[in-house]
T-cell receptor, first 114, second 114 residues
């Protein structure tokens, strides 16, 4: 298995622009998570899906952030408009439903908003 | 919701010595406790995990202990090597019918000096 695949690996954009991050979970995994990592706040859970349905979006910082999962093999995290404080590494992760199923992370997208 | 505290935030050890990282959690319903290792510029990767019906688990040089009464768990690395240098994250998960949410501690940066 290729693991969780994220794109792009790096994104540099100007403040005010729309940013779309993409994720393909491991085939068969029914949970998908979006995390944001910064030095100040560590690993923060933004939102997670079960069987393509958003379960908990309480970590989404503002209305500028939105996430979708149109099917079992694809999810997007969109920021519109982007701001410099959104600069971070965004990780997508997936897992099975089983109690002790580990979380598998993608390689992350490093976002820089200037 | 669940809150996970991790200490220390940084840890410097001499090669060959042991390293211990401690975490506490707040939700007594948490029943799954993984540990992740993140090398510089890479994704977090699972190194060991423990369930709430087990008090200790070992895998070669790493071991994890769990005290459910006190709501804390620890990672022990023996005979440390330079390649153990990384950031380590503990996490706790409550398995619920409607969710599968993993909450991470703030991370411990471990430096193994040769």
């Amino acid at each position: 298995d290729a693991g969780v695949i994220q794109s792009p690996r790096h994104e540099v954009t100007e403040m005010g622009q729309e940013v779309t991050l993409r994720c393909k979970p491991i085939s068969g995994h029914d949970y998908l998570f979006w995390y944001r990592q910064t030095m100040m706040r560590g690993l923060e859970l933004l939102i997670y899906f079960n069987n393509n349905v958003p379960i908990d979006d309480s970590g989404m910082p503002e209305d500028r952030f939105s996430a979708k999962m149109p099917n079992a093999s694809f999810s997007t995290l969109k920021i519109q408009p982007s701001e410099p404080r959104d600069s971070a590494v965004y990780f997508c992760a997936s897992s099975f439903r089983r109690d002790n199923s580990p979380l598998h992370f993608g390689n992350g997208t490093r976002l820089t908003v200037t | 919701g669940e809150n996970v505290e991790q200490h220390p935030s940084t840890l410097s050890v001499q090669e060959g010595d042991s390293a211990v990282i401690k975490c506490t959690y707040s939700d007594s319903a948490s029943n799954y406790f993984p540990w992740y290792k993140q090398e510089l510029g890479k994704r977090p990767q699972l190194i060991i995990d423990i369930r709430s019906n087990v008090g200790e688990k070992k895998d070669q040089r790493i071991a994890v202990t769990l005290n459910k009464t006190a709501k804390h768990f620890s990672l022990h690395i023996t005979e440390t090597q330079p390649e153990d240098s990384a950031v380590y994250f503990c996490a706790a998960r409550v398995i619920k019918a409607a969710g599968n949410k993993l909450t991470f501690g703030g991370g411990t940066r471990v430096l193994v000096k040769p």
